[in-house]
Every structure is written in structure tokens, then in C-alpha cells.
């Protein structure tokens, strides 16, 4: 698979960190966990929003209402994420994180905030970061650092469910050769705009040198077989062979969606700066 020259970012915004838990970890380790959270938080309230785009004009009333509940945990644990950061105390400055930054500010995966296209583009995506999820939440479980490990349980009590519907979805697209074919064109173009995401996950290498996460290294390594395994099992080599080789290189350049996805999520805060609820 070709790939395209990525754009250098420009800096992002410093996260600032208000939450009192943290103060027990050094500076820099502290900024590492922050990174991360806001990573993970940013890709949530993103995916979420996309996923909530479905309602009233998914393929069934059954997944209006799947697609629904699903984007309202996902904005549920992005809330959880943010406040890892802020803290649970201070729920302007969660509001803050999630709704005041400019949409280059987001520090989400950017094949997240791709329109949802059709069907077969949805699913793939969605087994893509449930897979990814349930990988990055398995580690975070065992995670050394404060209050990960319950707010990692606790969003997976939820997230296992979610990754059983994708699963199903997987199964039933896969049935027919000519679904199964669309279905992995549209894994390939997934992973070719996000690659293999547990590679590029902000802060890892410094919380895995303070012993408080898993390393890069085992996280790439253990998302990669866990997307494999369920592509192999429903799918011919000829058909996972491309997202094999997407996996291993660098993501292809961000696709559009960004400052559109950034514009509805934030338009109610921008028109009525200051409201509360």
C-alpha cells in the first residue's frame, strides 16, 4: 500500500493538569499520563459522535437504537478520561478539555473523525477501535498509575459489549464473499489512515520507564494479533494480507472530517457562551 507524506502538526496547546491524585507522580510522568488520557479521551468523544450520527438512519430500527447507546458510553468514558485529568471535582474544567480547544488541538486518532461513509466503512472502523480499546483497556487494568486501573474497569464492563456487536457484525458481513470483499476494502482503508494505533500512543514510553504501563512495544504487538485473529478467522490470506502490510507501515495522510466534526461538536457551547445546564 502507497502511502502519502503526513504534514507536520503544529504544537499543540500544553495540557494542563488540575487533578490532585496526580501530584504524586513526577513532572514529566505526569505530562506523559495526560497526553495519554487526552488521547483517549479526544478518540472517545470523536468515535462517539460519529457513531451518533447513525440514529434515525441506520440499516435497522435495532441499530438505531445500538448505535445510539454505544456513542452515548463512548462520550460517557471520554468524560471519565477528561476528568482523569481535571478531575471529578471540577466539571468546568472538564468542559473545558472537551469543548474549548480548537479542532487542531485534538489529540484523537484521526481515522476516528472520518465521515462514517457507508455501512461496511462503519463497521470496519468500529471493530478496528473496539479491538484497539479493549487491547489499550486489558493493559490499563493492570496499569501502576493513579486511578487508571478502576476507571479501566470500569469503562470495560461496557466496552466488552460494544466489542461483541462489531464481533457480530464481523461475522455477519463476512458470510457472503462479495460482503466480505467490501468489508476489507474498507478494513484496508481504515488501517492505512490509522495504521497500527498502539504504535503511536502519546506518553507510553515514559509511564512504561516510571513501571506504571505496558510498553509500546507489547501494547503494538498484542493489538496487532488481536485485530489478525478475528480478521483470520473470517477471512481468506488474500483478503487480510492488505491489512497485514497496512498495519506495519506509517498512516497515510489525516482524511477530512476534522474541522467539521470539531463544528458540530462544539456549536451549542460557541453559540451560548458561558450557559450552563
Do not use: C
Not at 471535582?89 to 478539555?97: I, Q
Not at 474497569?153 to 460494544?162: D, K
Not at 483478503?239 to 477530512?256: D, I, K, N, Q, S
Amino acid at each position: 500500500m502507497s502511502t502519502a507524506t503526513v504534514p507536520r502538526a503544529r504544537a499543540a496547546t500544553p495540557i494542563r493538569v488540575t487533578n490532585p491524585a496526580l501530584d504524586v507522580m513526577e513532572p514529566r510522568t505526569r505530562e506523559a499520563f495526560a497526553e495519554l488520557m487526552l488521547f483517549m479521551a479526544d478518540s472517545e468523544l470523536i468515535i462517539g459522535h460519529r457513531h451518533s450520527e447513525w440514529t434515525g438512519f441506520a440499516p435497522t430500527a435495532e441499530e438505531d437504537v445500538a448505535f445510539s447507546s454505544i456513542a452515548q458510553d463512548e462520550m460517557g468514558h471520554a468524560h471519565l478520561y477528561y476528568a482523569l485529568i481535571a478531575g471529578v471535582a471540577d466539571e468546568s474544567a472538564v468542559d473545558r478539555l472537551a469543548l474549548d480547544r480548537g479542532p487542531r488541538d485534538l489529540r484523537h486518532l484521526p481515522a476516528l473523525h472520518a465521515p462514517n461513509g457507508d455501512w461496511f466503512y462503519t463497521i470496519a472502523r468500529h471493530v478496528y477501535w473496539d479491538v484497539f480499546e479493549n487491547t489499550f483497556l486489558t493493559a490499563a487494568r493492570e496499569s501502576r498509575a493513579p486511578l487508571l486501573p478502576a476507571a479501566a474497569q470500569r469503562i470495560l464492563n461496557e466496552e466488552r459489549y460494544h466489542l461483541e456487536h462489531a464481533e457480530e457484525w464481523l461475522r455477519l458481513l463476512s458470510r457472503r464473499g462479495p460482503q466480505r470483499r467490501r468489508l476489507a476494502r474498507a478494513m484496508q482503508k481504515v488501517v492505512g489512515h490509522a495504521s497500527n494505533a498502539a504504535r503511536d500512543l502519546p506518553g507510553v514510553d515514559e509511564l512504561a520507564r516510571a513501571g506504571l504501563f505496558a510498553t509500546r512495544e507489547d501494547l503494538t504487538a498484542a493489538f496487532r494479533a488481536a485485530l489478525l485473529g478475528r480478521l483470520e478467522h473470517s477471512w481468506s490470506p488474500g483478503e487480510v494480507g492488505p491489512v497485514v502490510a497496512a498495519l506495519a507501515t506509517r498512516p497515510m495522510a489525516a482524511p477530512p472530517g476534522r474541522y467539521q466534526v470539531h463544528r458540530d461538536l462544539t456549536g451549542l457551547r460557541r453559540a451560548h457562551p458561558g450557559a450552563t445546564w
